[in-house]
């Protein structure tokens, strides 16, 4: 028999193979279980994350003559059958080479029959989008009134291009990329089936490196396998992901630490001579650079996978980049990568890139959190001194008026500090008709909106979640006022987070940011302009419902509610 790829062999045949989409396969299995099937599906989601499979798998289990608990049996003649392509009740299309109204004219004429050998008469449109506006149309009403035992699947990825007409016939189910650790057990459980030997870092950087979609990763994989005879090598992996080397990138970083320009541009030429890609490179700069962000900000925000991608020596170093330093290297990196896009010459551009980063850190080669013993004297010494001042004005406050005049401006105002105006009408507007069910919705879409971003905005966004939503608009919450101020002053960041929401909303809807120290402060100011409290009455059992906490709690996550006592 000729020789299979990994992903077409390890092609899931139960909705239990699928991996990462757990909610929507219980879904399916309890639909088919129950026999409360629909007529007609959407999945919708990136490449390789199991829109089709699961398309089979749906025709097999609603056609299997011995399901079990809404999965197939896969033992059945239905069953394989559907699994070799030979069965005629299944029909697969590819929507890209048949798009036109007459190819679906004909399904429309040929539906109305019934199944021959299967329960059930399965259509799968894959990309579905590529279809014309008159295919689109050809389809409506029968989708709308299929004839009986008839499903209609449709796969894309892409389904801002579908029709509303066409999506609200049709219960959509959105695939997302799966997480790199779910994948790296899937190829763990793989290897070992196989009983091949693997090295386990060069597994982890085929994981990152297949971008959310397992059959990406499986590729990846045929090909490291196949350059050492079905050994998975760290080096294998490096060649054909084009990822750097943990060592290399160290050296690289430490010569950039220690602004020494020679010795990085030396390492650079190094890492291409090797093989590494250039985008790849940028990629690793940037990454390394949001990790560092992150760990500065709480060790707790880099989890334990991104953690045993980046050198122990690296992370160690983050007090010897100041934030305003990974800011700008992550921007410069981002610049770079860019210019690469229509570079004919990539090298010029990274020894440019390098020179650059080098600069950066040779202008603040000290943290900014660093205070030698000299700077800490004369901070106590002005403190001391504002501490007589303020004794004195105290001693004299029944004195003349100039006195007061003259002391009244020393205020503990922080220098420098400029709060940053938060539009609280337009977040009342919000609150005023903000409901559970609608934050529920923004809270699913939202790890489809992370995977929308760039490395840059996914390091920003990761310590924010939404916090109250209505269809005017959604409100958002940062962790840390540092990340809320930087994307208050970036309006280009606000414009691409709106246009992102609206898009997978399918509406038009503002969207407000604020601190999250802040929030329960505005919130509780919505609450009492509107004549909600979120107090009870000594008087009443702690276990009676105060219908003004009930009216909040419809508003907001419980969870964000405190109740406190007069």
């Known amino acids: 028999m000729a020789y299979q790829a990994l992903y077409r062999v390890w092609r899931p045949q139960t909705f239990g193979d699928v991996v990462g989409q757990e909610a929507i396969t219980t879904t399916l299995r309890n639909a088919v279980a129950t026999k409360q099937v629909s007529h007609a599906y959407l999945f919708t989601g990136p490449r390789g994350t199991g829109k089709t499979s699961c398309s089979k798998i749906l025709a097999k289990a609603v056609n299997c003559l011995n399901p079990q608990n809404g999965e197939p049996c896969n033992q059945c003649e239905i069953c394989q059958a559907i699994t070799e392509g030979s069965l005629n009740d299944v029909i697969e299309i590819d929507a890209a080479s048949n798009n036109g109204v007459e190819q679906i004219r004909d399904i429309r004429d040929k539906v109305k029959y019934a199944p021959t050998r299967a329960e059930y008469k399965v259509y799968i449109i894959d990309e579905v989008h590529m279809l014309s506006t008159g295919a689109f149309n050809a389809l409506l009403k029968t989708l709308e009134e299929p004839p009986a035992k008839v499903i209609f699947i449709l796969a894309t990825t892409e389904p801002q291009k579908i029709p509303a007409t066409i999506i609200s016939r049709t219960q959509r189910f959105d695939f997302r ?3 790199a650790s779910d994948i790296l057990k899937r190829l763990e459980y793989i290897l070992r089936d ?5 090295d386990e870092e060069g597994l982890r950087l085929i994981a990152q490196a297949a971008e959310g979609g397992m059959r990406d990763a499986l590729s990846i994989l045929d090909q490291a396998l196949s350059l050492n005879n079905d050994q998975l090598t760290l080096n294998n992996a490096l060649q054909v992901t084009g990822a750097l080397d943990k060592q290399q990138l160290e050296d690289y970083l430490q010569a950039v630490i220690k602004h020494n320009a020679a010795q990085a541009l ?24 949001r990790d560092l962000l992150l760990v500065k900000t709480d060790e707790q925000l880099l989890d334990e996978f991104d953690r045993s991608l980046v050198a122990t020596t690296v992370l160690e170093a983050k007090d010897q980049f100041s ?35 080098c600069e950066i850190m040779s202008k603040q080669p000290v943290a900014a959190n660093t205070v030698d013993n000299s700077q800490l004297q004369s901070m106590q010494q002005e403190i001391d001194s504002l501490k007589a001042q303020l004794q ?5 406050t029944q004195s003349k008026t100039a006195t007061k005049k003259q002391t009244t401006p020393v205020k503990h105002q922080k220098p420098g500090t400029k709060k940053i105006h938060v539009d609280q009408q337009k977040i009342n507007q ?5 409901t559970r069910q609608d934050l529920n919705q923004v809270r699913e879409i939202w790890p489809d909106l992370m995977s929308m971003l760039n490395v840059t905005q996914k390091a920003v966004m990761k310590v924010s979640k939404p916090v109250a939503a209505s269809n005017e608009g959604i409100v958002v919450a940062f962790d840390y006022a540092m990340w809320f101020e930087r994307v208050m002053s970036n309006q280009e960041m606000l414009d691409m987070l709106k246009d992102n929401i609206d898009k997978l909303l ?11 120290e802040d929030w329960p402060q505005i919130r509780q100011n919505f609450l009492q302009n509107h004549n909600i409290t979120a107090q009870h009455s000594e008087a009443k059992p702690a276990s009676t419902q105060n219908p003004a906490v009930a009216e909040a709690k419809k508003l907001f996550d419980p969870d964000l509610i405190e109740l406190k006592d007069d």
Not at 194 to 198: A, F, G, H, R, T
Not at 324 to 353: G, P
Not at 392 to 396: E, I, L, M, V, Y
């Open 430 to 434: 919000i609150l005023a008709n903000a």
């Open 506 to 516: 399918k509406n038009d809807a503002d969207v407000v940011i604020v601190a999250a």
């Open 194 to 198: 196989k009983d091949l030997s693997y």
């Open 266 to 289: 030396d390492n650079l030429h190094q890492l291409l001579t090797s093989g590494r890609s250039a985008m790849r490179l940028t990629d690793s700069i940037i990454e390394v650079c």
């Open 323 to 357: 934030q305003d330093q990974l800011y700008k290297m992550i921007d410069a990196a981002s610049k770079t990568q860019q210019d690469l896009h229509n570079a004919t010459h990539a090298t010029i551009y990274l020894e440019v890139l390098t020179v650059k980063l």
């Open 177 to 179: 990329r799966i997480e």
């Open 392 to 396: 004195k004005f105290n001693n004299n």
